[in-house]
T-cell receptor
Framework: DARVTQTPRHKVTEMGQEVTMRCQPILGHNTVFWYRQTMMQGLELLAYFRNRAPLDDSGMPKDRFSAEMPDATLATLKIQPSEPRDSAVYFC???????????FGPGTRLTVL | AQSVSQHNHHVILSEAASLELGCNYSYGGTVNLFWYVQYPGQHLQLLLKYFSGDPLVKGIKGFEAEFIKSKFSFNLRKPSVQWSDTAEYFCAVNGFTGGGNKLTFGTGTQLKVEL
């Protein structure tokens, strides 16, 4: 049963610290998405990649967030420096054209104190 | 730009009641439509999807949805809900804008099923 995996599942850090979240897409999926979910804003698309190239990162605060895909099996989302307003659950999803179905990982619950 | 509206933000039902959650989208072209479910504390899981063909789509756990093109709607239904259906439900649409498979999600409907 292929699944998207994310690490860590939970992260508590202090304001100003760097946070790195990792995602392993389903093997063979060439599109990877990063979402952020909060009570206030709901589910927001931060960035997505196809074949490791960023297609859209307009939802991501550029000054502190960065997303990369070092290889086809790893996507990273980094926040530096972190702020309390970054506290949220960050989901990674992967998919494969042409069906466009996205499969979500379990999420990283980030708390910035 | 495509958008998705879920008009019911909170729904409370008794077990065995019938469910219908509304979803309307705005996009003039070909679309793929999805319903995802998020159980408390868990990630989003695909409930069902529509790409083409029969507009009545059946998903997991007894859910179904009907695509009505003329109404730009994709409402989710279940004849008899169970306590375990308590969750948040998200409608999503992917329009073929050349931007790949980027989904636009609705704001979600929180369903609570009472015993």
């Amino acid at each position: 049963d292929a699944r998207v995996t994310q690490t860590p599942r939970h992260k508590v850090t202090e304001m100003g610290q760097e946070v790195t979240m990792r995602c392993q897409p389903i093997l063979g999926h060439n599109t990877v998405f990063w979402y952020r979910q909060t009570m206030m804003q709901g589910l927001e698309l931060l960035a997505y990649f196809r074949n490791r190239a960023p297609l859209d990162d307009s939802g991501m605060p550029k000054d502190r967030f960065s997303a990369e895909m070092p290889d086809a099996t790893l996507a990273t989302l980094k926040i530096q420096p972190s702020e309390p307003r970054d506290s949220a659950v960050y989901f990674c999803a992967s998919g494969l054209p042409p069906t466009d179905t996205q499969y979500f990982g379990p999420g990283t619950r980030l708390t910035v104190l | 730009a495509q958008s998705v509206s879920q008009h019911n933000h909170h729904v409370i039902l008794s077990e065995a009641a019938s469910l219908e959650l509304g979803c309307n989208y705005s996009y003039g072209g070909t679309v793929n439509l999805f319903w995802y479910v998020q159980y408390p504390g868990q990630h989003l899981q695909l409930l069902l999807k529509y790409f083409s063909g029969d507009p009545l789509v059946k998903g997991i756990k007894g859910f179904e949805a009907e695509f009505i093109k003329s109404k730009f709607s994709f409402n989710l239904r279940k004849p008899s809900v169970q306590w375990s259906d308590t969750a948040e439900y998200f409608c999503a649409v992917n329009g073929f804008t050349g931007g790949g498979n980027k989904l636009t999600f609705g704001t979600g409907t929180q369903l609570k099923v009472e015993l």
